[in-house]
């Protein structure tokens, strides 16, 4: 019997642009979660976040679906979270939570799940997959929902391809994110979604990065959560001029990431420029996903 499993999960980019809920990059930035077996029931967190209440509640609903849906007998658990994913930031804190939980507990309960079997999982606790996806699978990830199962294809992302990543001082709530979104779109914005959301993925998929100058500009949520992060689009075309492919918001923000294939320093500098207090960094793409250590 293991007694206890420390699972490693990258952080994610989602939306890319107009891929909304689809679309994911998993980034060099990790979350670890260790996940160990004690007597008795029940979850218990230790975790630098400091909404350390919300997290103890997503947790032990993750555990609590986990025994349910396998329908294996529970047990206690104790879980550790370290790492460097910021929380509210757009890089998919809770996905890398809850998927180094649901990891951590197929490993301990020997359930032997597929990375298919975790992202359904995964998916039905965070209500879209663009963050799980990348995060388990890693690299670049197209997924959504098909007649109930999560459908994902994962593709590897080469380091020429550089994140350059703007971290604001403040965060941002991916629910008052998604409250500024219209409930309906014109014809225009739906069809110039549709056309990024083709040409960013072919361009990722087949490694043609260059393809991916001026199309990674959106009009499905971006504009709506300008009102949260006014800076967004003055640090894009920032970065833009410096260099980069173009730019987005991570996610629901509050982080700004461009890509380049060029001078990431200079693009960084021209970021922040814009928000001098911001935190900087130039990462790359995680092609490994969730990657699990147990110990008996």
Request: contains cysteine; aromatic residues 4%.
């Amino acid at each position: 019997m293991l007694r206890s499993a420390t699972v490693r999960v990258p952080a994610s980019t989602s939306n890319l642009g107009s891929g909304f809920d689809t679309l994911g990059l998993a980034v060099r930035l990790y979350a670890r979660v260790r996940v160990t077996r004690r007597q008795g029931r029940g979850v218990t967190v230790i975790s630098g976040d400091t909404d350390s209440l919300t997290l103890t509640r997503m947790l032990r609903e993750g555990a609590r679906i986990f025994f349910r849906h396998l329908r294996v007998p529970s047990f206690g658990v104790d879980i550790a979270i370290s790492g460097d994913v910021p929380v509210a930031r757009g890089l998919g804190a809770s996905a890398t939570a809850r998927v180094g939980l649901l990891a951590g507990l197929d490993a301990l309960a020997g359930t032997s799940l597929s990375g298919t079997q975790l992202l359904q999982m995964a998916t039905r606790l965070e209500g879209h997959p663009d963050n799980a996806s990348p995060a388990i699978f890693g690299g670049f990830t197209v997924s959504g929902v098909v007649q109930d199962e999560v459908r994902c294809l994962s593709f590897p992302v080469r380091p020429s391809l550089k994140c350059v990543l703007l971290l604001p001082r403040f965060g941002i709530s991916t629910e008052a994110a998604r409250r500024l979104l219209p409930d309906s779109y014109s014809k225009a914005d739906t069809a110039h979604a549709l056309n990024r959301s083709a040409l960013i993925s072919a361009a990722l998929a087949t490694g043609r990065y260059e393809a991916l100058r001026g199309v990674l500009d959106d009009r499905v949520h971006q504009p709506y959560r300008t009102s949260l992060i006014p800076q967004l689009g003055r640090v894009i075309r920032a970065g833009e001029r410096a260099g980069a492919l173009g730019g987005f918001l991570s996610g629901s923000g509050s982080g700004i990431l461009c890509l380049t294939l060029e001078q990431p320093e200079k693009v960084a500098r021209a970021m922040q420029a814009i928000v001098p207090e911001a935190t900087m960094r130039i990462l790359t793409v995680d092609n490994h996903g969730v990657q699990i250590r147990a110990t008996r």
